[in-house]
C-alpha cells in the first residue's frame, strides 16, 4: 500500500462524519408514518419478502447458510411436490438418517408424533427431515409433503426479532415450545430471511414457507413446515 | 419493521459515512434516512444471498448524488475538530498539525476530482469497502473500479506534489 493509501484511510478516519446514532429510529419512524404505496401483486414464484426474521445467528450456521442449495431433488413422497417451489426445495443430498447425523456436528432430534421420517436430506450443515401426508398430517400445497423439519446450528437470539412488511397478512406469534423461544409464522406465504452478525441478510432457505414453527434448543435452531394449526405444530414440536 | 431497525443499526455509520463523502455535511443524514427508507420499500427487489450492504450503499448513494446535484454544491468535506480524529498513539502537537495539514490538502484534491473517481477511492480506502464491494455499490465491473481507482490516485498524487 502506498502512501498516499495510507493517507487516504488516516483520513477516513479523521473526516467529521455526522452523528448516526439515531438512524434506526427514525427510519422505523418515517416507515410507520408514511404508506406504503400498493403495488402490483406479484406471481407466488417471484417470491415478495413477506415478512423477515432477523436471527444474530453463530457465525458458523451463518456460514453455512450462505451456500446456495442445488442438490438433486428426489421425491420419496407419492405425490411431486408441485413446480416451481419443487424445483427449488433444494433440501441437499438425501441420505440415510445415520448418515445424517455423522455429519453434522449437532444431534438432530426427531419428533417422536411424527414417526420415522419418510426422508433424510442434508446439505450446508442442514438435515432435513420429510414426512409423508398421513391421517393427522394432511399434504402441504406448498411442498408436497405432510411435514418438513429443517435443524441448522444457530442460536435464535433471545431477541429474536420479527418484522412484519406492510400489505401482507403473514401472522407471527411468539411461542413457546416446551420452554424453547420459538415463533409461529403463518398465512401468506413468505420467505424468511436471518440477519448474519455481519449484517448479511441470508435467506432462510431457498422456497418459500407456508405454516412455519421456528425454535432453537440448545444452540440449534428448528424449523417445522406443515399445514397445520399452531397448536399441532407446537404439540409435535414439543415431542422432539 | 424491528427487523429493520437492526439493518439499519447495523448499516448506519458506512450509509451516513457514503452520503457524506458523496453530499457533504448538510445531505448525509438525510440521504442516508431516505436511502434506507428507498431499500426497504424496494426489500423485495433485493437479491438473497446477494450482499446487503453494497446494494443499500448504491440505493443510498444515489440518494446523496441527487441532493448533492440539486443543491449545486460539492461534498464540502471537513476534517473532525482537533483532537477529536481517532488513532492509537498521541502524537506531538507539532507532528498533529503537520499530519492535520497533510489530510486537508488531501480533503482538497479529493474535492477537485470527478465524482465517479471520487466515489471509487472514496469507497476504496476512506470506507474501506473492498473492490468486489465497491464495484457493487458502484453497479460497475471490478475492473472499472480498478482503473478509476489508479486514475484518482495518480491525479491525487499528481496534486499533492505540485502543492509541496
Do not use: C
Amino acid at each position: 500500500m502506498s502512501d498516499l493509501e495510507r493517507d487516504l484511510e488516516r483520513l477516513g478516519h479523521a473526516l467529521d462524519y455526522p452523528d448516526a446514532s439515531g438512524l434506526p429510529e427514525a427510519v422505523t419512524a418515517r416507515l410507520r408514518a408514511e404508506p406504503v404505496p400498493v403495488r402490483r401483486r406479484r406471481p407466488l414464484r417471484r417470491a415478495v419478502l413477506l415478512a423477515a426474521v432477523v436471527v444474530l445467528a453463530v457465525a458458523g450456521a451463518a456460514v453455512a447458510a450462505r451456500f446456495v442449495l442445488r442438490g438433486v431433488f428426489i421425491a420419496p413422497g407419492p405425490t411431486p411436490p408441485p413446480a416451481p417451489i419443487g424445483e427449488s426445495l433444494g433440501l441437499g443430498r438425501s441420505v440415510t438418517l445415520a448418515e445424517a447425523r455423522a455429519e453434522v456436528t449437532f444431534p438432530v432430534r426427531l419428533p417422536s408424533a411424527l414417526g420415522a421420517p419418510d426422508g433424510v436430506f442434508v446439505g450446508a450443515g442442514r438435515v432435513t427431515a420429510v414426512f409423508d401426508p398421513g391421517d393427522r398430517l394432511p399434504r402441504d400445497p406448498r411442498t408436497g409433503f405432510g411435514a418438513l423439519l429443517t435443524q441448522f446450528r444457530a442460536d435464535l437470539d433471545e431477541d429474536l426479532i420479527v418484522a412484519k412488511l406492510p400489505q401482507t397478512g403473514t401472522v407471527v406469534e411468539r411461542v413457546t415450545v416446551d420452554d424453547a423461544p420459538g415463533f409461529w409464522l403463518e398465512g401468506e406465504p413468505h420467505a424468511v430471511y436471518y440477519v448474519d452478525e455481519e449484517g448479511e441478510v441470508i435467506e432462510d432457505t431457498v422456497r418459500l414457507a407456508g405454516n412455519v414453527l421456528l425454535w432453537e434448543r440448545g444452540g440449534v435452531t428448528y424449523r417445522l413446515e406443515a399445514d397445520l394449526s399452531r397448536d399441532e405444530a407446537v404439540a409435535i414440536a414439543s415431542s422432539a | 419493521m424491528r427487523a429493520y431497525e437492526e439493518l439499519v443499526r447495523r448499516h448506519r455509520e458506512i450509509a451516513v459515512r457514503t452520503a457524506y463523502v458523496i453530499a457533504g455535511p448538510s445531505e448525509a443524514e438525510d440521504a442516508a434516512q431516505e436511502g434506507f427508507v428507498k431499500a426497504y420499500r424496494a426489500l423485495d427487489r433485493f437479491r438473497p444471498g446477494a450482499p446487503f450492504r453494497p446494494w443499500l450503499l448504491r440505493i443510498v448513494a444515489n440518494e446523496a448524488r441527487n441532493r448533492a446535484r440539486s443543491a449545486g454544491r460539492r461534498a464540502g468535506l471537513a476534517l473532525r475538530a482537533a483532537g477529536g480524529a481517532s488513532g492509537g498513539g498521541a502524537p506531538s502537537p507539532e507532528e498533529a498539525a503537520v499530519a492535520r495539514e497533510d489530510l486537508s490538502r488531501l480533503v482538497e484534491a479529493l474535492g477537485d476530482l470527478r465524482e465517479p473517481d471520487r466515489l471509487a477511492v472514496g469507497y476504496r480506502f476512506l470506507l474501506g469497502l473492498s473492490e468486489a464491494e465497491t464495484a457493487e455499490a458502484l453497479g460497475v465491473p471490478r475492473g472499472t473500479v480498478k482503473s478509476r481507482v489508479s486514475r484518482a490516485l495518480a491525479r491525487l498524487r499528481a496534486r499533492m506534489e505540485e502543492e509541496r
